[in-house]
């Protein structure tokens, strides 16, 4: 059963343009010119109940827009969209009770207090049962190992703890669609890592259908068994996460770290597939098409270099290259 | 009903987080009616009466007209809701599945509450230790109007600052709306000086307007004159209230939906 059906979706932002300067400014008091800027452009999407679909695209791609309009926030200027049989936009209270919204920069939660003021709050208001609060509480509490915060002022929490309550509250009234913008925004490794294990876990035994936009390609990656590639407003991929990223993501980022002064002679072998992005002698970074990246790397390891890491292709260019592929082929 | 209970109790819960903002709100209080008192002590020194008012009455007018202005605090909710939609994070009372005004108007509840109990310790404190004396009507019909009044008084306030709030969706800045209020408010309560001492005319005109009823009404009730206004200060305050939240629902539904949010 979908529980996301849009089609055709798109909004139109007006904008004003000023000119430069307080000349531009005084003309603007009498007469001002807009333009109108198309964040999402024609956009298809039905999402499955139980689904968890990545989001990605640039920053400006129209994710977000996206996410606000599925959750009612703003209205489509043209388009259809249906999310759990409603009309996001006339924001019903029957339907809001049905989501909830997890944006990695703005906070559900009172900074003043302790989680667990916010949490009776959100008792209230999506009317849980003393019995279906605690249960609910307690599940989310153990599996993000939080305990020991529930009496700390929030904030005085790190961001990764401080992520873990926001996810808490959400999660509480057991949501059929969880919308996640940038969860993961700012997170050292580790929080990070936490995050996705806990969001995988929701997934998986509550049956919760997610939405989640993100920069960062191991969010999706690791969790998204579907995603959406948004450019400039439109939607440019639409399929398996596997599948994409096993034909866009090309290249690998390889960085060697040197205690001295170092030279590396690129081999005829790889030559012409081998890029230098950065060298200042001790810290050396390449970028190698993905099939060679175990050659090179055998290769460098003769150097003996004191660190080295492997990392995975930038979203932008991943994106870029779908952009391209796509506009070719049209 | 119940969750914007647990909306008041939570801004209650964050009030009483900042105790400096409680001690010093009540160091004011106190400061402020000791200058009063001073200042009307010179004022009555040669005199019985100011404009038919004996000193007491007249120190029991200010008090509680300060006391009134002063649980006002509705301005911070016209200020977060601006601030809220002009930054983004406005979202959040959006995608839950409450009503914005009636969460706006629980913050105020819950916030208010530390005020008024300051504030009356406060008066009671400095009549007990400077010995002054307020002149309270004895009338218990009277004082239930005055403070229902004063009640529809702060609720009007409160809808009024939800109202000029949503006014960002329309037009994104509302420091001059917000300015202008406060001009009003500053003539009209009855906070600089009594309404009594306008000219009649001026008055007649003040009574058609809410404000008139938010501090001034209340407190002459209070020490026991205007008792003829009360039953008509009832009602006109019932019609204000009503007309600003229809008004307010309007406008909300209205501009609501033609807001962009672009790049929030």
Redesign the interface.
Known sequence: MNVIEAEDLTKVYRRYIKPEGIKGSLKGLFRREYEEKAAVSHVDLCVEEGEFVGMIGRNGAGKTTLVKMLTGIIAPTNGSIRVLGYYPNKLEKRFRQQYALVMGQKSQLFFELTAGDTLHLFKEMYHLSEKEYEKNRDYFIELFGIKDLMDVQVRTLSLGERMKMELLAALLHNPKILFLDEPTIGLDAVAGMQIRKYLKEVNRERKTTILLTSHYMEDIKSLCGRSVVINHGTKVYDGSTEQLFERYQNNKKITLVFDSLTEIEIPEAFAGKCRILDDNGYKKVYEIPKEDSGGILEYFMRYKPRDISLDEEEIGKVVERIYSDVRVRA | M??Y???A??YL??KL??RADLIFGFISIVMKIIFASLLWGVIFRDKETVAGFMQNSMMAYYLLSAFFTQIDISEKISGDITLGIRN??F??Y?????DTDKYFLAMEAGSILPHIVLDVAAIFLIGLVFGIKIDITSDVAIILCALLIAFLGLLFMAQLSYFLGILTFRFEEISTFLMIKQNIMALITGSIIPLALLPEMVVKCMQILPFYYTAYLPSMLLIGRNGEEAVGGMFVMLGWNLGIWLLSRNVYSRY???????GI
């Open positions: 119940k969750k209970l647990e909306v109790k939570v819960k964050v987080m900042w983004g994070t979202t959040k959006m995608a839950v599945p409450m609501r939906v033609k807001y962009d949010g672009a």
